[in-house]
């Protein structure tokens, strides 16, 4: 049985489809390493709420695409991809990206598109892959697991393992229950004017954002010597287009998950080209 064969045969033991194609989703194009496009690991999310599938590229077949940990009754698996370092470009319309050029490398751009530069990781990657109650979704790991239950343990900050009270999830967003010094600390900086409420705003950056109905930043400062980071509370009802709506009677403390975030802030995960 061929690696296409094993793969579709694993997503469904998982209760998910996916289509394994033997062409590249992008068109060939060959770069001054020597890579083509059709060498790297692609792999997207297609079709419409319940019809939704994964439809996977595994590229080069000296690469390794896996799956392993399966947990069917959470339609999920992990999934390891390991590729050697490969440089390629990925097009973005100029009407949705706002690109520091000091943090990417923009290869060229014309009126409706602009190109940047990627590098594949040359070491193991890890995503976890499934549905998260409505939709699909795929997440990179911070690190090698290969079980489902140890998926989630990782994705999960040291801040959020912590937390004595409630706590609430939608995506990647944790909400915890605020310590008293955590209100206090919102308290003074609302009194000294450090932050304002803002209302119907969106919670960190992406394509669809989760947006909350009132929103506050305290921003980084010292505490005498001390730094003491920013720090994002949200109150009342939380939306997002792919979850059911979270809400939050008091403040509660924002934690994003562990996924690997580039400096731009937005998650990035080599290879995919469907992003939360």
Request: charged residues 30%.
């Amino acid at each position: 049985m061929g690696n296409h064969e094993v793969l579709a045969r694993r997503f469904a033991e998982a209760n998910l489809r996916v289509e394994v194609i033997e062409r590249q989703i992008q068109r060939v194009t060959r770069w001054s390493s020597g890579a083509t496009t059709s060498d790297v690991f692609q792999m997207t999310i297609l079709g419409r709420r319940r019809e939704e599938y994964f439809r996977m590229w595994p590229g080069a077949h000296t690469n390794r695409v896996e799956a392993e940990g399966i947990d069917r009754e959470r339609r999920q698996l992990v999934l390891m991809v390991h590729e050697p370092e490969r440089t390629f470009e990925e097009q973005l319309p100029k009407r949705r990206v706002n690109l520091d050029p000091a943090k990417v490398k923009v290869v060229r751009e014309d009126k409706h598109f602009i190109w940047i530069e990627h590098r594949t990781d040359a070491r193991k990657r890890h995503f976890l892959c499934g549905r998260d109650e409505r939709q699909l979704f795929i997440c990179q790991l911070p690190r090698a697991v290969t079980t489902v239950r140890h998926a989630h343990e990782v994705l999960r900050a040291p801040e959020v393992s912590r937390a004595a009270g409630k706590t609430a999830r939608q995506g990647e967003w944790f909400f915890l229950e605020p310590t008293v010094k955590d209100l206090a600390a919102l308290a003074s900086a609302l009194r000294e004017f450090r932050t304002v409420i803002r209302h119907g705003v969106p919670i960190g950056r992406g394509g669809n954002p989760h947006v909350a109905e009132e929103l506050a930043v305290i921003p980084a400062t010292l505490a005498g010597a001390k730094p003491v980071e920013r720090t994002v509370f949200a109150r009342g009802r939380v939306r997002h287009v792919d979850h059911d709506t979270v809400y939050l009677p008091s403040w509660a403390k924002v934690v994003r998950n562990t996924e690997p975030v580039a400096d731009d802030g937005i998650a990035r995960m080599d290879g995919i080209r469907w992003i939360d």
